[in-house]
């Protein structure tokens, strides 16, 4: 091997690990942004309703 190839592949190896960790970092962000609005959704009041409220009655059974 001469020492051209080491230095391409070092930094191959050096740029996936740039993506590897940017990856994690967006992994990590969904993750907490995922988690918060599970826990504001928990926070707020059960919603009872039935159904679309904007939906209309079938017109076909009058």
């Not at 942004?33 to 919603?47: F, I, L, P, T």
């Amino acid at each position: 091997m001469d020492g051209k190839d080491d230095t391409k592949r070092g930094k191959i190896r050096t740029e996936a690990e740039l993506r590897a960790e940017r990856l994690a970092r967006t992994l990590r962000d969904n993750l907490q942004r995922r988690k918060q609005q599970s826990r504001a959704r928990r926070a707020g009041e059960a919603d009872e309703a039935m159904g679309l409220p904007a939906a209309k009655k079938d017109e076909s059974d009058a």
